[in-house]
């Protein structure tokens, strides 16, 4: 009688042992499958800015036989060309030389005798650097004053740099975040679960493009521009 009681009490032991072994497995299961969910997500943030800072390149040219006549020939040039960056708004300070290149054709190893060109070539290059975006796009547009002067220009485009981009980084940062965590709350529930915190959480790299479509490959050139980052984020999920 003993031995059959101790053998039941053994039993209902073994069955109580696998019971919780049993639970705790599928509690264990159900734990796992929970922190499997995820869903990944992607926010974006732009913003439309304008150039700070403008960098005109303005090359000017003078030829001729006599190298005196020709130095003569840039220098008046170069003065016409700064009273004119002048009257169009621009301060002494915003306009540098900064460099003089001189070619003597009868130099040069594989030519000989007389060239049918002026000997001599002498660019000088001016630019303007200046926040004045609105000046120097007016002063691009009037350029011919310069020609009708007798001042030859050789073509160049300003290019247009934005130096702002550090301050405005943490709110763009924080926009995309924000968006991306719209997504996924949307997904939680359409999907009927619960969002859980971010798992991991990534940013790309800040892009500046032109906002202009008619300098689509060449942002440098477009006073106007559009800033863009994504990030990537990745939440956990529960059931409900």
């Known amino acids: 009688m003993r031995t059959a009681i101790m053998t039941l009490l053994s039993a209902s032991v073994f069955a109580v042992s696998v019971g919780f072994a049993g639970h705790a497995v599928q509690q264990g299961l159900k734990q796992f499958r929970q922190a499997d969910r995820y ?20 090359p000017i040219l003078a030829t001729g036989d006599d190298l005196a006549a020709v130095q003569a020939n840039i220098d008046d040039a170069t003065t016409k060309a700064r009273t004119f960056l002048i009257t169009q708004g621009f ?3 915003e306009i540098k030389i900064q460099k003089t290149e001189v070619t003597d054709l009868l130099a040069q190893a594989y030519r000989s005798g007389d060239t049918g060109q002026a000997r001599y070539i002498i660019r000088q290059s001016l630019a303007v650097e200046t926040p004045k975006i609105a ?22 485009q300003a290019k247009y740099v934005y130096k702002g981009l550090n301050s405005i980084k943490p709110e ?15 997904f939680a529930k359409d999907s009927q679960a619960t969002l859980g915190g971010i798992k991991t959480a990534s940013q790309g790299q800040f892009q500046i493009m032109p906002a202009d479509s008619e300098f ?11 800033i863009r980052v994504v990030t990537t984020v990745q939440y956990d999920l529960f059931q409900k």
């Open 39 to 58: 869903v990944t997500v992607k926010g974006l943030s732009e913003r439309n800015v304008v150039a700070d800072v403008a960098v005109w390149p303005l």
């Open 91 to 93: 301060d002494e300070s």
């Open 135 to 156: 000046a120097v796009l007016a002063a691009q547009g009037k350029i011919g004053e310069l020609f009708k002067q007798g001042v030859v220009v050789e073509s160049s």
């Open 172 to 186: 763009m940062i924080a926009e995309a975040t924000q968006n991306a965590r719209q997504g996924a709350e949307q």
């Open 216 to 226: 689509q490959y060449e942002e440098g050139q477009s006073p106007n521009k559009k």
